[in-house]
């Protein structure tokens, strides 16, 4: 059996982490200068992405003082996280050719233990769901990581998300127009009760490792090749 490999475009039509050639091909060919290459390990992958600027190789995100900040605060907040705390990221996916989606968590608890955990949807799900792609993924990823804080008897969780509706919707600064962005919000408000929801967005496909981890996580979901399916 061959060893997984993701495959990092620097350059193309979507820069980002894939976990398939397939995926890969599809967003560098045509593209003149497409910088990509393969690795055998998440990390590498964002470590290329983060370090390549396209042209020179110079480094187009190695001094970018936002994206040093970012990465500082996470390990500042890794590092200081206490008994009752625990880090999510979180990220969603949509498959396009087979019209599902995908969420893909990564939690982050104070001993040092990690879990992953992901969640696969199709029209049999509900084509409402459906219609809103990554989005109504994403929210379920974060539906699933506060559910899972709550039920380790955490009281604080922080959430690093990429897309900006997950904190929007869940602090009313977005009017929740659609029953999946309403139940959203009534989760949030609910679990508020149980346990302090902090949320912290990233920018995607900037070489954040823990960030990218969680959209390959959510891709594989999406693709139906991870274990949880919701039917």
């Known amino acids: 059996m061959s060893k997984q490999k993701y495959y990092a475009v620097a350059v193309g039509k979507r820069p980002g982490i894939y976990y398939s050639w397939e995926e ?72 396009a050719a087979n019209e599902c989606s995908g969420f893909g968590a990564i939690l982050l608890f104070s001993d040092g233990k990690r879990e992953e955990l992901s969640g696969h949807f199709d029209r049999d799900y509900s084509e409402d769901f459906i219609a809103l792609r990554n989005v109504a993924a994403e929210l379920e990823g974060v539906k699933a990581a506060v559910k899972r804080a709550i039920g380790s008897g955490k009281k604080k969780i922080a959430v690093y998300y990429d897309y900006t509706g997950i904190e929007k919707w869940a ?53 139906g090749t991870s274990e949880e399916k919701h039917r």
């Open 171 to 223: 602090t009313d600064s977005w009017k929740a127009n659609k029953d999946i962005t309403k139940a959203y919000k009534a989760f949030i408000r609910e679990s508020e009760k149980d346990i302090k929801i902090s949320f912290f967005k990233v920018n995607s496909h900037t070489g954040v490792t823990l960030n990218e981890e969680a959209d390959i996580l959510a891709k594989k979901a999406a693709a």
């Open 24 to 95: 890969c091909k599809a967003v560098v060919d045509g593209v003149k200068g497409a910088v990509y290459k393969s690795f055998p390990s998440v990390r590498e992958a964002a470590a290329f992405i983060a370090d390549h600027d396209g042209s020179s190789g110079t480094g187009r995100f190695a001094n970018d003082p936002e994206k040093e900040e970012i990465n500082d605060r996470i390990r500042e907040k890794i590092d200081s996280m206490e008994d009752d705390e625990v880090i999510a990221f979180v990220d969603g996916s949509f498959d």
